[in-house]
């Protein structure tokens, strides 16, 4: 008789023993899938699918191809279930990241969330084209000031173009260091002020620099060393010689005037 009643106890033991096993594999297994698919489900609700695009900030790229581009790189799903439309899962680095590939002129774009009106803002900064490159065959690429060259351009008007350094595709490229750049602007603008406009600057080698500017009727080369560490002082001097020598034949005109060489230039006129 106890044996019946042990035999009847350790059934029932091995049988809650049992259901504990089953309960607690369900709850391994089966609640994070049921999570799972209710995160996915949620994540496809319409309330959180982003609706539009608002482009702010934007001077020469057309607002249409930046929300192009942007849908574009919501469209799909992600690991094939999950859409990359849903605000809430949007990388706002990659989105920014991928909309400065596309558009060389973008510099940087901030990318905020509009939860509520299920609408993205994207608040562009241009790149400004404040000179020109160009190559030894006249194909031109707009430049910072910066010296950072980001596209092509057919617009040669009006703007100081500098040339020489790069032989390969220039886009994408430093033509030269911030450091560097602001020292040729100080050398622009001394000039400027006195009435002389620069209107190339090239880079022949890396002890000369030829800058042309327009002296009565001539064209006149300034030859400065690239890596003068004041330029500021140099264009000074120039502007000096030349407002002596005029002062002396006011229709003076200059071949060159060689500046390499500190307080000590030399020049030639025609």
Known sequence: MLKGRYKKTSSKIARRSKARKFFSLFLKIGLPTAILIGLVFLSRADFLQIKNFEVLGVETIQPENVKNT???FISGNKFFIIPKSDILLLNKEK????L??????????????????????????ERKADFLWCSTQDECFSITKDGFIFERSEDVNNKIIFKGILEENPLMKNFATPEKMQNYLKLIEVFKNDGFNISSINIESADKVVAKIKINSAITDIIFNPDEPDLFLTAQNVVLLINETKSKNPSANFQYIDARFGNKMFYKLI
């Open 95 to 98: 989105m920014a990241t991928a």
């Open 70 to 72: 942007a849908s574009n």
């Open 100 to 125: 400065i590939a596309a558009f060389p002129r973008i510099e940087k774009v901030e990318v905020n969330k509009q939860f509520f009106s299920q609408k993205v803002e994207l608040k562009v900064t």
